[in-house]
């Protein structure tokens, strides 16, 4: 380990390929610990540090003394002289340093009135719904959160135990948050890459998320209550809800709203609250402009068609200006339709599928193109989403489907039992 002069310049110039120390050859166990070469262009981490033996002890401490250029050379030279001085009196000055700071320090707490105040604005109304609501549910909870913990000091254990604590939660099924678990995990990563990029925290800290993991392994006793999410409509099943849409005879408005999901494909908020100007009736191609549920997109907004049967819909509603709701509230015309699933919960129990859900609707226009025979990529194409992926999450295998491939596993195996030798 080099010894040498230590003073700004130096830690400026210190470049090397490998983590390397650098130690002081006036001030004993006074150094800089210089990182590797970070990647896609992150700050470079020099650190000065102060490393000791107490009398009598078998290992050597490090104390980190702070980052270059926040601490000087000269700055960084006193702390470590004094803590030599400590060392000389017999002190630990690391049990010393871990002692709480009675002054003001910027908590978790903090970090999220700041984040609520500058960025949730920022985020969509459902996003920054379910961000106030992990916040005050969990991370900030008395009794196993994260609130009271200095932004600086959060480890990975922290973050750990506070996952392990959501993810051992049962619902009123008796089946434990691994869902909210993951949830909240990529809210602190949220709140961590917030807080670096407003320089509330330090840059050169390792990240408390790196190795955090959510137990997703399903005990036993859980196996029995888990149920799939989302319900894949058959054949006659999407006879039956057609039908269900024809005999309810309330809630005309938000069983047209539930028809225009199911013709389109579009979420529920997004058939709930969509307005006369984003309609476009005219023209050779009817469609209807959105803007994008992620606001990063480089294109923001999508068309979605319209067939013949959505224009149906569209045309049953009473017209008014740009910004007015295509389908109104009962009570206030100028607002939107604000409840989609009283009328659904009727709808499912007269079509006979009491676990769907008003989100299965949008799969429900690409079953019927798949069992049109159109592929992945063409439904992928004209659904508008990004990703094949997409295409398998709103479609599986119905039981229909899968009664005949065994069908036609079964025939093969009788013709090949039955061929001659």
């Known amino acids: 380990m080099p010894h040498r002069k230590l003073s700004d310049?130096?830690?400026?110039?210190?470049?090397?390929?490998?983590?390397?120390?650098?130690?002081?050859?006036?001030?004993?166990?006074?150094?800089?610990?210089?990182?590797?070469?970070?990647?896609?262009?992150?700050?470079?981490?020099?650190?000065?540090?102060?490393?000791?033996?107490?009398?009598?002890?078998?290992?050597?401490?490090?104390?980190r003394l702070g980052l270059y250029p926040?601490?000087?050379?000269?700055?960084?030279?006193?702390?470590?002289?004094?803590?030599?001085?400590?060392?000389?009196?017999g002190q630990d000055p690391f049990c010393e340093q871990s002692r709480p700071v009675p002054s003001k320090v910027f908590t978790v707490r903090d970090l999220w009135e700041h984040f609520a105040k500058f960025h949730l604005p920022k985020l969509s109304p459902k996003t920054a719904k379910g961000y106030e609501h992990m916040a005050k549910g969990h991370v900030l909870n008395a009794e196993y959160g994260l609130g009271?913990?200095?932004?600086?000091?959060?480890?990975?254990?922290?973050?750990?135990?506070?996952?392990?604590?959501?993810?051992?939660?049962?619902?009123?099924?008796?089946?434990?948050?691994?869902?909210?678990?993951?949830?909240?995990?990529?809210?602190?990563?949220?709140?961590?890459?917030?807080?670096?990029?407003?320089?509330?925290r330090d840059a050169g800290l390792r990240s408390p998320l790196a190795g955090v993991r959510v137990d997703t392994r399903r005990r036993d006793w859980e196996l029995d209550r888990v149920e799939a999410i989302g319900h894949t409509f058959e054949p006659d099943e999407v006879d039956r809800v057609w039908d269900a849409f024809e005999r309810t005879d309330v809630f005309q408005t938000a069983v047209d709203a539930l028809r225009l999901i199911a013709l389109t494909g579009v979420r529920s908020d997004e058939a709930r609250s969509l307005t006369w100007d984003s309609v476009v009736t005219t023209g050779d191609f009817p469609h209807i402009r959105l803007r994008r549920h992620k606001t990063d997109k480089k294109v923001p907004i999508k068309e979605v068609p319209l067939c013949l049967s959505a224009l149906e819909v569209l045309a049953r509603q009473q017209k008014g200006l740009g910004s007015s709701p295509v389908f109104p509230s009962p009570v206030d015309a100028g607002k939107p339709v604000g409840d989609l699933w009283t009328p659904w919960s009727k709808i499912r129990k007269i079509a006979g599928v009491p676990r769907a859900r008003v989100?299965?609707?949008?799969?429900?226009?690409?079953?019927?193109?798949?069992?049109?025979?159109?592929s992945e990529a063409q439904i992928q194409a004209f659904m508008g989403w990004d990703s094949p992926s997409m295409v398998r999450r709103y479609i599986s295998a119905s039981k229909a489907m899968k009664r005949a491939g065994a069908k036609v596993l079964d025939l093969g195996e009788r013709r090949r039992v039955a061929a001659p030798v």
């Open 9 to 63: 310049a130096f830690a400026e110039g210190a470049l090397v390929d490998a983590r390397t120390y650098f130690w002081d050859r006036q001030l004993a166990g006074f150094g800089l610990r210089v990182g590797a070469k970070p990647r896609r262009g992150a700050p470079r981490r020099r650190v000065w540090v102060f490393r000791y033996r107490l009398a009598g002890a078998r290992r050597k401490r490090e104390v």
């Open 70 to 89: 926040g601490l000087s050379a000269e700055m960084a030279r006193e702390r470590a002289l004094g803590l030599s001085l400590q060392v000389a009196r």
């Open 148 to 200: 009271a913990v200095p932004v600086d000091s959060v480890t990975r254990r922290e973050v750990q135990d506070l996952i392990d604590t959501i993810s051992e939660q049962s619902n009123r099924k008796g089946i434990r948050k691994i869902g909210q678990a993951k949830k909240v995990k990529g809210f602190v990563s949220a709140l961590m890459n917030y807080a670096v990029a407003e320089e509330l």
């Open 359 to 374: 989100h299965d609707l949008r799969g429900l226009a690409a079953c019927q193109l798949l069992e049109e025979g159109w």
